[in-house]
C-alpha cells in the first residue's frame, strides 16, 4: 500500500493532435505516472498507440510510463514497449496463458510488472501471480473506449483483492481504471485503491492542479 494515492492520467483522453503539449500539462498538474492504453483492435474494440508514438511521447515527459497492455499474446511485445519508455507494463490475464512467465520477463527488464483484469475476471485467476506483481490492474468499466460509467460492484473486488494482498504481506498495489472521478474516488481508495487512473475527468479539468492534489490527499 503507498502511503498516499497516486493519479495516473490516462492519455487516451488526451488531444491526440497535441499530445506533447498535453503531457506538458499533465506533469506541471503534479500527477504520479503517465497511464498509456495500447489497444490492438482484437482483445478490446478499438485501436490506439504503437511503441513509436510512446518513443517520441517520452520526449516531452520525465514521469514514469504506466503501459496497460491491451492486446492479444502480449508477450510477443514486451521488449518493444520497454525499448520505446515504458517503466511499468501491465497486461490482461485474459489474454495470455501463462501470465507467471511474462510478469517474470517484465521484471528481468528491469521495469515493474502488473497483471489486470477486465470486470467479469475473478481474483482467483491471479492469486498465485500477486508475488510476482508489482501492481493489479482492476478494470472498472469495460475496456476499449474511454467515458464510461464506474462499475459500483467493483468496491467488493478492489475490498477482496486488498485483503488478499495484505494477507500475504505483499507490497502489490492496487491501481482502478475506469469511470473515476472527484466523485467516486474517495470510495474508490476507502475500498483500497493504491492509484487511481483518470482519462475523462483530468482532461476536462479547468483546475488540473487543483483536481490532483485533491486526489493525492484522499484517505484509504
Known sequence: MTSRTLIAPSILSADFAHLADELKALEDSGADWVHIDVMDGHFVPNLTFGPPIIKACKKHSRLPFDVHLM????????????????????????????????LSMVREMGLASGITLNPQTPLCSIEFLLKECD????????????????????????????????????????????????????????????????GSAFFAAADKKSLVKEVQSLKK
Not at 91 to 98: D, N, P, W
Open 71 to 102: 492486446i492479444e499474446q502480449p508477450e510477443r511485445w514486451l521488449e518493444a514497449w520497454r525499448d520505446a519508455g515504458a517503466d511499468r507494463i501491465t497486461f490482461h490475464v485474459e489474454a495470455c496463458t501463462h501470465a507467471h512467465r511474462y
Open 135 to 198: 501492481q493489479v490492474l482492476i478494470m472498472s468499466v469495460n475496456p476499449g473506449f474511454g467515458g464510461q460509467k464506474f462499475i459500483e460492484p467493483m468496491l467488493d473486488k478492489i475490498r477482496s483483492l486488498r485483503q488478499m494482498i495484505d494477507a500475504l504481506q505483499l507490497k502489490t498495489m492496487i491501481q482502478v481504471d475506469g469511470g473515476i472521478s472527484l466523485q467516486n474516488a474517495q470510495k474508490i481508495c476507502a475500498a483500497g485503491a493504491d492509484v487511481l487512473v483518470m
